[in-house]
């Protein structure tokens, strides 16, 4: 199948190529001036530099720096991910062309206007590097359409900045104050994303949307950029409710730990060997405005280890019972392959995919599945074709998993003690080992946990 579109392509190239030349004709015939559409409207020098921001407010500047907002293109699993495979798949499959410049709307957004692309590599240091900074965002003006999604901003660079207070006129540059920069829609621009299949493959703010946090007022920057007692400029004037640039998500552990709490209670607190108890564990989503987990959910994976040990230190293993719903198989760790549409990008047809999960086997995963056109889970959230069952665990959500256990005949009698362990990963960790992902990227964060002892007799 992949060799067949390789076939047409070429032929494809031919009549591009035609094209191209029809279209040079039609642009040197003086009268006609097709020039102005095709240049880039915007260069780089018409945003400033974000350390010329810093140079007055130097804190928002190292909180901003701190942030992945300042990594969007230069973090090392983004650069691999364009480099390796978003590029190489733009430039072979028709269908995800788009990419190849769309990535960039959003993670290098100066070098998407500019049509700079594709952008450097990061170590040539570009002012693509620069990614989602102090003055794009200050100059966003709102979005076109409906619903923010796709990079779909409107922008005006220039002196005037976006702000949100009213300046004095001793400010030594313009702001003009708007209400856009302080909306959830704002950040949707660029959280919420369509592939070119037109399967939503981000939705942070459409989850919000439905949330009880957006029926109460409470937006993105409530929790992402809170307000603190501060100056805005180093030595300036002290609000008592200055945005904080924190921005931090699922990279900052202390920003993920506690995002659930867990309960674990057993049906009878005494059993006898060979008697069965059920273990029922109750995960509240106390602390994120939308899914846990959101964003790139095709590649977070979150899970429940659960494990009991007796009086001697024998420990076994628990797996989650099934409840029997439709895609059930994609939320229990197994031992199965997938992620074969890499294939493509890495021009290896006999490539058989890498492990799906790498967690423990029969622990529940809260995910949804994003499958490739063939129907196999891909990380490639480009070339999504459909979603599994959403099996998240939704803002102030409760999901309730149960554990059934067999006490065995030879554990030890006295207590027998059970911990629910709540691990995520910000990349399923065969993945990042395959494409050589910086190891930090797989680390295994433990959101939470709880145990309970019972009596074995
Ligand atoms: C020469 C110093 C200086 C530089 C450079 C500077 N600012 Fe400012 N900025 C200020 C001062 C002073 C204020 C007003 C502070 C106050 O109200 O306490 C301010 C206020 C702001 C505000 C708040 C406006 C409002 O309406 O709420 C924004 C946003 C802002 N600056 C963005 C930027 C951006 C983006 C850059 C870089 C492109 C930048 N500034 C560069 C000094 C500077
Ligand atoms: C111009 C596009 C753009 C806008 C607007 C934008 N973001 Fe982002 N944001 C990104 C990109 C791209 C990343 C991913 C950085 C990375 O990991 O490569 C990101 C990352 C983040 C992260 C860190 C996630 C993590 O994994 O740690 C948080 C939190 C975040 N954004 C919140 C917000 C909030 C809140 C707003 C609105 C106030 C907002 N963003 C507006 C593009 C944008
Ligand atoms: C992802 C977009 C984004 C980036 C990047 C960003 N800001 Fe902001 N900034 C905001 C938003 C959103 C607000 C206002 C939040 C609100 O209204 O609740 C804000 C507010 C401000 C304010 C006013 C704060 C106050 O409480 O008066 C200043 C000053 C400012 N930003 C400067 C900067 C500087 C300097 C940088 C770079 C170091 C920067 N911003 C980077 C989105 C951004
Ligand atoms: C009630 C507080 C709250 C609100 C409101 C909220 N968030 Fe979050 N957000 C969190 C918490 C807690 C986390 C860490 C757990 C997680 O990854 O979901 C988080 C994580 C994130 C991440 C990282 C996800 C990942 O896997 O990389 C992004 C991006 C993000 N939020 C963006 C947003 C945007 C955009 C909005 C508004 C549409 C928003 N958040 C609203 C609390 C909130
Ligand atoms: C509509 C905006 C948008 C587009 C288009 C987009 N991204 Fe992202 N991307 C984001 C945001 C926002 C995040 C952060 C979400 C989160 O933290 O959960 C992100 C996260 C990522 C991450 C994970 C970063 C990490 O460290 O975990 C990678 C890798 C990535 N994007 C690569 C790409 C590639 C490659 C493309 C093009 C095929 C692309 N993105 C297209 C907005 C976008």
Known sequence: MYQQKTSHRSIRQSLTALLYALCLLVIIIPTIDASEDAAPKYSYDDWELPEDCGSCHNYIYSQWRQSMMSQSYTHHWDEIEYFKLALPHAEKDEVVAEVKAGCNGCHSPMAFLTGDIPPAPVAENTRANDGVHCDFCHTITGHTGDIPFNFNYT???????QGIRQLTDEAPHQSVKTKFLGSAEFCGICHNEKDPYGVWVKSTHLEWKESPYAEQGVVCQDCHMTKAKSEIVDGGTVYDDARQHLFHGAHDRSKVRGTVELRIYPDKTEVKKGETVKFTVALFNQKAGHKFPTGSVEDRIL???????????NSYHLPVDKKGFDGEEYTIGADVLAYTDMAIPLDDPDFKGVQRDGI????????????????????????????????????????????????????????????????????VKPVAEFLGVPAEEADVIEVNNQSVSINVM
């Open 303 to 313: 899970w429940l280890h659960v494990e009991a040990k007796d009086a001697s230190g």
């Open 360 to 427: 423990p086997i029969g622990d529940r995963i809260f995910r949804m599945a994003y499958f490739d056109p063939n129907g196999v889970m891909t990380i490639q959230q480009w070339n999504t074709k459909s979603l599994g069952v959403d099996y998240r665990i939704g803002p102030k959500e409760t999901k309730l998993e149960t554990f059934t256990f067999t006490v065995p005949e030879d554990a030890e009698a006295g207590e027998l003690n059970i911990t629910a362990d709540l691990n995520y990963q910000l990349l």
């Open 155 to 161: 922008i005006e660079p220039g002196e005037t900045k």
